[in-house]
């Protein structure tokens, strides 16, 4: 007999991360029992779903007679759990709203379609529900070899709605089992968004999309720890299609009160609300979308700055709000803190009275490896619209060292950076810790400022954006 995965697609082959789970000495807050009749298996292993992930938390042993335990002090979240043996043979089942201290009771032939549950309403109606859909499924294998292609296309359409109305007879039945409410997480809010406006004028496209993105999560329980504890298509990937696909090329100012509305539902939730915040807040951190630092700015001065994240540590909420303090000085629009260095004669120059009508910002320094790639390239693009643009350069060693600055004179000529409108600078002397106000930890970093108003219009450039912003401004 074949084995199926699971029907809602939450037995994926993901690839299994044993997950550390300290011993605790007490009492026992789970014990799980398995009885397996004609059991051949010597172990099995007790894992959970997140996010992304499968990870392995436990290990029981036949004691003979098919029967595993699974016994331990680490808490079991809410969420979807499987044991599995060491052929990815895997049966699903349910920790939801009821004490973890049950037994579930099956042969070696057929774990899930022939599973008893004793001491779980949960996973009694959740295995009633996969009998009774892979009944179906059966079905359709026994009457395939007895149909042509066609007519079997038709039959297991058939069949499929048939499947459906199962599945939807369990959740009016069940609305508050946990997996009825995975089966309406799966929903997608696309097939629901409406055409036209309640008074009968239609929709415009921004409209409708305005819906979708507003009501995207009206099927997904984010205020239920669960949905965490779920297989990758239930949750994850659902948000990663948020952020990813559907608010790309979205300004910061629309971004973030979505962020918001989905944050603040997902609060009473203390394990979806920590993963978001931490998934989120990293994303925008590393995005290189110049415009997507104002979004990690607004998370961290809302969410971490306001007490609202009390799991990190005192020292981590401290770090990640003073750089967030700093990016705000630094976000697109604002103004670009004065600069007074010194050339290779030691003349000064001032950022804000260095003429022209736009100024390229770069730190940068010939020991590090992608500036050799990337300043030759963007000084090519700087020659090219230097004149066109009244375009200047403001080019600051980042290290100043000694042994530095001669590798640097040397970069500079073998390299014929030597235009009058872009101007070295040695970074050793200067009117302030550029270091510290600019957020210098990684090089290069390349702004371009309007100098009329000193203010930035672009940052996180390489040679190619330079030249797309270029030829816009052209």
């Not at 057929?110 to 309403?121: F, N």
Request: with cysteine.
């Amino acid at each position: 007999m074949k084995h199926r995965l699971s029907i809602l697609l939450l037995a994926l082959m993901l690839p299994l991360t044993v997950a550390a789970s300290p011993a605790k000495p007490g009492k026992s807050t789970y014990k799980i029992t398995v009885q397996i009749d004609n059991a051949t298996d010597s172990v099995l292993l007790l894992g959970y779903y997140h996010t992304q992930n499968r990870y392995i938390m436990d290990t029981a042993y036949n004691n003979g007679r098919g029967k595993f335990v699974f016994e331990g002090t680490s808490e079991l979240y809410p969420g979807l759990y499987f044991f599995t043996n060491n052929n990815d043979r895997l049966t699903e089942f349910i920790v939801y709203r009821e004490k973890p201290f049950f037994t579930l009771h099956t042969d070696n032939y057929a774990w899930t379609m022939h599973m008893k549950a004793k001491g779980s309403q949960q996973n009694e109606i959740f295995f009633a529900y996969q009998k009774e859909s892979e009944t179906v499924y059966q079905e359709m294998d026994k009457v395939k070899p007895t149909l042509d292609s066609a007519a079997f296309v038709a039959y297991q359409r058939q069949q499929h709605l048939r499947i459906d109305s199962i599945k939807q007879a369990y959740i009016d039945k069940y609305p508050d089992a946990m997996f009825t409410k995975m089966m309406v997480a799966t929903k997608n809010v696309d097939e629901v968004v409406p055409t036209h406006h309640d008074d009968g004028t239609e929709m415009t496209q921004r409209e409708r999309y305005d819906y979708f993105m507003q009501h995207y999560f009206d099927y997904i329980p984010v205020d239920d720890d669960f949905i965490v504890r779920t297989p990758k298509p239930v949750f994850y990937q659902r948000v990663m299609d948020y952020t990813d696909k559907y608010m790309r090329g979205m300004p910061p100012e629309e971004i973030c009160p979505l962020l918001d509305s989905l944050l603040d539902r997902a609060e009473p939730a203390n394990q979806v609300f920590r993963w978001l915040l931490h998934t989120l807040t990293e994303k925008y951190l590393q995005s290189n979308v110049m415009v997507y630092d104002e979004v990690y700015v607004h998370l961290v001065k809302r969410y971490f700055a306001t007490g609202r994240a009390p799991w990190y540590p005192p020292s981590s909420i401290d770090e990640q709000v003073e750089r967030a303090n700093k990016w705000d000085r630094l976000l697109v629009g604002r103004e670009a803190p004065e600069l007074i260095l010194f050339d290779t004669t030691h003349t000064p120059h001032s950022l804000h009275h260095l003429g022209g009508k736009y100024t390229l910002l770069v730190f940068w320094s010939p020991t590090c490896g992608h500036c050799r790639e990337i300043i030759p390239a963007t000084y090519k693009v700087f020659e090219e619209f230097a004149d066109s643009l009244n375009l200047t350069a403001f080019a600051i060693l980042s290290e100043p060292d000694d042994q530095t600055v001669g590798k640097w004179k040397k970069f500079l000529a073998d390299h014929n950076m030597t235009s009058p409108r872009w101007v070295n600078l040695n970074g050793g002397e200067a009117n302030i810790d550029w270091r510290e106000v600019y957020d210098i930890t990684t090089t290069p970093q390349i702004y371009l400022i309007e100098n009329k108003t000193h203010t930035f219009l672009a940052k996180k450039m390489n040679a190619d954006l330079l030249r797309q912003i270029c030829k816009q401004l052209k």
